[in-house]
T-cell receptor, first 112, second 113 residues
Framework: DQQVKQNSPSLSVQEGRISILNCDYTNSMFDYFLWYKKYPAEGPTFLISISSIKDKNEDGRFTVFLNKSAKHLSLHIVPSQPGDSAVYFCAASEGSQGNLIFGKGTKLSVKP | EAGVTQSPTHLIKTRGQQATLRCSPISGHTSVYWYQQALGLGLQFLLWYDEGEERNRGNFPPRFSGRQFPNYSSELNVNALELEDSALYLC????????????FGSGTRLTVV
């Protein structure tokens, strides 16, 4: 049973436009949601997080939106740059469990 | 500040052998997490250690085990290796505050032949 789902395996966007990556979850006990970026042969790099008590968090070009009623979150990257091309993982945490549960990732390609 | 370091970078083992992977967390981080990323799959949670104790375990067989040492470094042991154990094994550390995420190492690529 997959608790965190990223239904789009890949996304292609033109440089300068907005990239929107989506994530759905099933566990209403999750209290933090995080986005990670991963390049080949490297470990994932933390990008941005959001607490379940908020609906939006911004950090520079990255904004995460949380819709608890729909159990859905999204990561917006504006403007997209070729260096953003990577695999993006959505992850969620249930405080008492300690570990993060990851989706399968979405490969973003930003074309010049 | 040194990041999370993992060794070895690559490891080739024969089916049935044992593999030992090592992880040094960021200084001051007491929690260490192990994840497996098999080809085409996402990150699957293996083990969580905090203050020397195993706190949680993912859905993996008992031949996946580990420990955390007094200096908070950690070891992952995989016994009776199977071909499907071939994967990237990632270690992460944190202070235990999920809002700031974990810091991952670059991983150990384990190949079982």
């Amino acid at each position: 049973d997959q608790q965190v789902k990223q239904n789009s395996p890949s996304l292609s966007v033109q440089e300068g436009r907005i990239s929107i990556l989506n994530c759905d979850y099933t566990n209403s006990m999750f209290d933090y949601f995080l986005w990670y970026k991963k390049y080949p042969a490297e470990g994932p790099t933390f990008l941005i997080s959001i607490s379940s008590i908020k609906d939006k968090n911004e950090d520079g070009r990255f904004t995460v939106f949380l819709n608890k009623s729909a159990k859905h979150l999204s990561l917006h990257i504006v403007p997209s740059q070729p260096g953003d091309s990577a695999v993006y993982f959505c992850a969620a945490s249930e405080g008492s469990q300690g570990n993060l549960i990851f989706g399968k990732g979405t490969k973003l390609s930003v074309k010049p | 500040e040194a990041g999370v370091t993992q060794s070895p970078t690559h490891l080739i083992k024969t089916r049935g052998q044992q593999a030992t992977l090592r992880c040094s967390p960021i200084s001051g981080h007491t929690s260490v997490y192990w994840y497996q990323q098999a080809l085409g799959l996402g990150l699957q949670f293996l083990l969580w250690y905090d203050e020397g104790e195993e706190r949680n375990r993912g859905n993996f067989p008992p031949r996946f085990s580990g420990r955390q040492f007094p200096n908070y470094s950690s070891e992952l042991n995989v016994n009776a290796l199977e071909l499907e154990d071939s994967a990237l094994y990632l270690c992460a550390s944190s202070l235990g505050d999920p809002e700031n995420g974990y810091t991952f190492g670059s991983g150990t690529r384990l190949t079982v032949v």
